[in-house]
């Protein structure tokens, strides 16, 4: 990724992962606009360009339409939303044509460990027809990739974005453990 010049951009990334597990209630309205806004404020706080352009990925469309009317209030700096018209997951997700056939939907059973409990959890596999509707994934992957800055929360999609970038030592992690980790928003 680069300018008319062939210089790379230079953009920090704020990643919010809303949707977790189906067996937990999606987070409110209010929780989504306390932790969306969140990450893009601790995304302006990264580094020593106060002017780069903020890109934030996430999982919920509701989460994405908060954050472009909160870039509207932040004029300063230009935050950008691509607005994906269907959002899916990494870890659940199965291209018909490459991973199996005849199947429509499916229920994984998946454990984990949360200290020393282990839990099972059932998944909603969802089953798409073409590579086309995983397209979003790779956009955001790539977006990880030549970011200069990442603010990330819970979760492995923003962790592994983080390692994919060219800059480790420049993140924040807004969310530990479900709790934000409260940052102001720097002109």
Known sequence: LGDDHGRPLDYAVAHYRALWWEDQAPPSFEQQVATAQNAVDCASRLGDNKKRPIYFATDSLEAQKIIKEYAIQKPSRPIVVVPYPELVHLDRVIVRNIAT???EQQSARSQYNRKGNTTTVDISIKVVDSLEQVYPIFV?????????CISFGDGGFGKFGLMLSKNYDCS???IKRHKIQKCAFEM
């Not at 955001?140 to 200069?148: E, G, R, S």
């Open 172 to 174: 924040y992690r807004h």
């Open 101 to 103: 056939t005849g199947l």
């Open 140 to 148: 955001d992957l790539l977006l990880f990739a030549n970011a200069n």
